[in-house]
């Protein structure tokens, strides 16, 4: 990231959806060209993951009322909320890393400190993946992260430091701390010389896909996943095209206006870091730059990008928690809630489903990526 161009936020908080020109459909999915054997990486993970324990696959909810209101023939939510007790998809992520970390490097444990920047997933599993493995973690926040995710990673045993600073401008403070103290960054943002272990972290989080094949007879038409940094679309977007070729889900990310890296990267060309602070109640996608690890496969195999409004957010978090009859409830938080708030917008505005082929045929899923991280905000923007 050091010499990646600056591009200011987007202005603008509306519905925006953008095709990717670069997409070939027919392309076979290409491990060489993307530095990741999709299948081949998942397997590996998920025969350490699922030895741990407390592992046990998610739920895959079906929401058939939801489904008809939209206008869908078919939804699924992947729920992680659950996974490992830490509230995140992350918990397949750090921890995975630490472990192949130490296994490749051959570190001693008890001697290794990992460290990382977080705006609360990351960090609470990585404190808890450090604890599992027995090392010592450090974790670094940054600012606009509430009090109750800082509590919740004091409480996996981790050291907190917290940096006033936009989470790409503290990631460049957490790296100088690092070099000086001689700790391991753990992080899924690659940046030029640090791509292994952000790889490691897209292989734990490809385990998800593996727990949705197995639960289903078919892949579905359409996923719609949050953005972020990248490494989690880019996972399951991979694990999906090296399996289905042609026949893969279409794929839209799901971006707040002012942190949309990965638009921004994809229009651009190249990887991008937008500036300002990347404030967004989607706490979870307030990342600037684009990982290098997963930029390959986004650059050539996303083949949409959706911004979402702020506004969207909480009236998906109430339609989740209190669903149609015959629906689970399921606790979605801020970044959680996007996917179903992208569908929900999506059905009011037809004239954008129809550019990504999203209608009456279309079996969609798409991921509560986090449940309720933060109980009081969760509760507070619930409220009837």
Same mark, same amino acid.
């Not at 004091?154 to 940096?163: D, F, I, K």
């Given at each position: 990231m050091d010499t990646i161009p600056i591009v200011a936020p987007r202005d603008t908080n509306t519905a925006t959806l953008w095709r990717n020109p670069r997409v070939d459909r027919s392309a076979a999915y290409a491990p060489d060209r993307f530095g990741y054997d999709a299948v081949a990486e998942a397997a590996k993970a998920q025969r350490i993951i699922s030895a741990w324990s407390g592992y046990a696959p998610t739920p895959l909810h079906r929401l058939p009322a939801a489904a008809r209101a939209l206008g869908l023939r078919a939804l699924a939510i992947k729920d992680e909320g659950g996974r490992f007790g830490l509230g995140s998809f992350k918990a397949l992520g750090a921890p995975y890393a630490i472990h192949r970390l130490l296994a490749d490097k051959g570190l001693d444990p008890a001697r290794t400190t990992v460290a990382c920047i977080t705006d609360g997933n990351h960090g609470r599993a990585l404190a808890w993946g450090a604890r599992?493995?027995?090392? +010592?973690? $450090?974790?670094?926040?940054?600012?606009? $992260?509430?009090?109750?995710?800082?509590?919740?990673?004091?409480?996996?045993?981790?050291? !907190? &430091?917290? !940096?006033? +600073?936009?989470?790409?401008?503290? #990631?460049?403070? #957490?790296? @100088?701390?690092?070099?000086?103290?001689?700790?391991?960054? !753990?992080?899924? #943002? @690659?940046?030029? =010389?640090?791509?292994?272990?952000?790889? @490691?972290?897209? @292989? /734990?989080?490809?385990?998800?896909?593996?727990?949705?094949?197995?639960?289903? *007879?078919?892949?579905?038409?359409?996923? #719609?996943?949050?953005?972020?940094?990248?490494?989690?679309?880019?996972?399951?977007?991979?694990?999906?095209?090296? +399996?289905? =070729?042609?026949?893969?889900?279409?794929?839209?990310?799901?971006?707040?206006?002012?942190?949309?890296?990965?638009?921004?990267?994809?229009?651009?060309?190249?990887?991008?870091? !937008?500036? /300002?602070?990347?404030?967004?109640?989607?706490? =979870?996608?307030?990342? /600037? *730059? &684009?990982?290098?690890?997963?930029?390959? $496969?986004?650059?050539d195999g996303v083949d949409a990008y959706l911004i979402l409004p702020e506004a969207a957010i909480a009236p998906a978090m109430r339609a989740l928690a209190r669903p149609d009859a015959g629906d689970p409830a399921i606790v979605a938080g801020e970044t959680g809630a996007a996917g179903f708030a992208a569908l929900t917008l999506l059905a009011a505005r037809p004239d954008l489903a129809a550019r990504i082929g999203l209608g009456p045929d279309s079996d969609v899923l798409t991921f509560v990526c986090e449940g309720a991280t933060d109980p009081e905000r969760y509760r507070d923007l619930t409220a009837a």
């Open positions: 599992l493995l027995g090392c +010592r973690s $450090v974790v670094y926040i940054p600012r606009g $992260v509430s009090p109750a995710r800082i509590d919740a990673i004091a409480a996996q045993g981790a050291e !907190v &430091v917290r !940096v006033d +600073r936009a989470y790409d401008d503290a #990631l460049d403070t #957490l790296r @100088a701390d690092a070099a000086r103290e001689g700790w391991e960054i !753990v992080s899924d #943002l @690659a940046y030029p =010389g640090y791509e292994a272990i952000p790889r @490691a972290c897209m @292989a /734990g989080y490809a385990v998800m896909a593996e727990e949705i094949v197995a639960a289903r *007879t078919a892949p579905p038409t359409h996923i #719609l996943i949050q953005g972020g940094c990248g490494g989690f679309a880019a996972a399951i977007l991979a694990a999906f095209w090296a +399996r289905f =070729g042609a026949a893969r889900p279409h794929l839209t990310v799901i971006e707040p206006a002012r942190a949309a890296c990965l638009m921004e990267a994809a229009q651009a060309g190249e990887p991008v870091r !937008v500036s /300002g602070d990347l404030e967004t109640l989607m706490g =979870g996608l307030a990342c /600037g *730059t &684009v990982s290098l690890a997963a930029w390959p $496969v986004l650059r």
